[in-house]
Antibody, heavy 121, light 107 residues
């Protein structure tokens, strides 16, 4: 069965860096784009980033562009989100999710349980 | 960027009620819209994709309609497990964007 599992969350000071990882299994990983979505405490879901099947295309939310980098390693079935210059408003639960079709820019059919990132001094 | 506006922001309803949530896009997203259910502490779950296609395993009481800029999600007969927050999300162009969410509460 399809599984998506995030890791790497934690507490970091403003201006610091953190790297999130997402391990996927149960499907042909390099056939699907992968996305990150976050939920800020007390607020709704916010789309963060996407990476295409072979990593050649990435897109980002305006709020993280230039600070976050999404990448993937198809040999290990993993997706990463490198987060630099973190701010307090980056605090939240970060979800990794699989795209539902073999075309980048799709709905998300499998999600992980999320990993909590707290940016605080 | 495409803005997604949901209404209402919250709704109180009883088991057995019919509820409709609407989502409006600031520009044409064709049929590239999905609806997600999110419960506290859980992973979001897709209910409807491509505006009106029911995801496998989702109960038939959920349905979606619309295209272009106006969409709706209807729950025909609310069940206790349906009380959650619902989000629409466009996948027409990047950056993808979510609506602000509709919190469905028990009356």
């Amino acid at each position: 069965q399809v599984q998506v599992v995030e890791s790497g969350g934690g507490v970091v000071q403003p201006g610091g860096s953190l790297r999130l990882s997402c391990a996927a299994s149960g499907f042909t990983f390099n056939n699907f784009g992968m996305q990150w979505v976050r939920q800020v405490p007390g607020k709704g879901l916010e789309w963060v980033a996407v990476v295409s099947q072979y990593g050649s295309l990435q897109h980002y939310a305006d709020s993280v562009k230039g600070r976050f980098t999404i990448s993937r390693d198809n040999s290990k079935n993993t997706v990463s989100l490198q987060m630099n210059s973190l701010r307090a408003d980056d605090t939240g639960v970060y979800y990794c999710a699989k795209e539902g079709t073999e075309h980048i820019s799709s709905y998300l059919d499998y999600w992980g349980q999320g990993t909590l990132v707290t940016v605080s001094s | 960027d495409i803005q997604m506006t949901q209404s209402p922001s919250s709704v109180s309803a009883s088991v057995g009620d019919r509820v409709t949530i609407t989502c409006r896009a600031s520009q044409d997203v064709s049929y590239k819209l999905a609806w997600y259910q999110h419960k506290p502490g859980k992973a979001p779950k897709v209910l409807i994709y491509e505006a009106s296609t029911l995801q496998t395993g989702v109960p038939l009481r959920f349905s979606g309609s619309g295209s272009g800029t106006d969409f709706s999600l209807t729950i025909s007969s609310l069940q206790p497990e349906d009380f959650a927050t619902y989000y629409c999300k466009q996948a027409k162009s990047f950056p993808h964007t979510f609506g602000q969410g509709t919190r469905l509460e028990i009356k």
